[in-house]
């Protein structure tokens, strides 16, 4: 009888055990879908596509140096901006170096953040390598942009409230970052590595902001749900940009073509056939 029972119990705690990973399992997959690994090394193949695709575009190329001369007015500041603050933290800097890093990996976040808000010279680099690549599908986006410029556009409120929640969002773990670059020796290492995955991650909104908010005119919490079922891709696509961007001065130029490139990305990898409008993607 003792058996039994303790065979029984036995029996019901793995089942328990079962449903309890079965659960979970559910749950990541609603909020990492897909294979991680293998979406990577996707969103990674199509960095290292586009942008062997977009340097040997000639359109692109007349586009990118006018984008890099607005591009240039935004880094001047940002970079006298970062300096001024290492020099006034100099003794704060000299004991946390990873502050330094940190400084040098939100450049070009800030970069992107701001060249989003000058003429759409980005829309047009995306737009020309989308067009080479499939003109059907530029033909349907440019369609989806033109209808959303002819509705009601959001208000000054709105804007502001969507960048208020999204620099929250980015901030807050920023700020945990600079906590924690503060530990000897292995601090700035992890604090440089953290920014530059959470910066990758919120570049990733950037480069595809010309689908996400131009074509479909989504809001923050809508933008943000498209994003993470398409994480994994997304960061494998901007993470060797933003460690490229990191090198002080010339990298943040790189976003031009980051920009274009995102194109690839959206056609081979994010892109679906269905009703664009409904962001049907996979």
């Known amino acids: 009888m003792d058996k039994i029972d303790s065979e029984t119990v036995v029996r019901k705690a793995d089942e328990l055990k079962n449903k309890a990973a079965d659960i979970m399992e559910q749950q990541m997959n609603k909020w990492l879908p897909g294979n991680p690994s293998k979406d990577l ?21 007349s586009v990118y140096f006018e984008w890099a001369k607005h591009m240039l007015k935004i880094l001047v500041p940002l970079y006298a901006l970062a300096i001024a603050i290492i020099v006034f933290l100099a003794p704060l800097v000299a004991l946390f170096p ?3 890093l940190q400084l040098l990996a939100l450049v070009p976040f800030w970069a992107t953040y701001f060249s989003k808000k000058i003429p759409k010279l980005g829309n047009q680099l995306f737009f020309i390598e989308l067009e080479a ?17 002819q509705e009601k556009k959001l208000s000054w409120t709105q804007e502001t409230s969507d960048d208020l929640r999204s620099s929250w969002h980015f901030s807050k773990y920023s700020l945990a970052l600079s906590a924690v670059s503060i530990i000897p020796v292995l601090g700035p290492i992890l604090a440089f590595a953290g920014q530059t995955l959470l910066v990758s991650d919120k570049m ?60 690839d990305l959206f056609d081979k990898v994010l892109m679906k056939e269905g009703n664009l409008s409904q962001s049907r993607m996979e």
């Open 133 to 149: 690549k499939n003109p059907k599908l530029y033909q349907e986006l440019k369609r989806m942009g033109t209808d959303k410029s």
């Open 98 to 100: 990873g502050i330094a």
């Open 41 to 61: 090394l996707r969103g990674l193949n199509q960095a290292i596509v586009g942008f062997q695709s977009s340097i040997s575009n000639k359109k692109i190329q």
């Open 204 to 263: 990733g909104y950037k480069l595809l902001s010309v689908y996400t908010q131009d074509c479909c005119g989504m809001r923050y919490k809508e933008e943000k749900k498209w994003m993470r079922e398409r994480k994994f891709p997304v960061l494998g696509f901007s993470l060797p940009y933003t460690l490229l961007m990191s090198v002080p001065f010339a990298g943040p130029f790189l976003g031009g073509i980051a920009q274009a490139a995102a194109a």
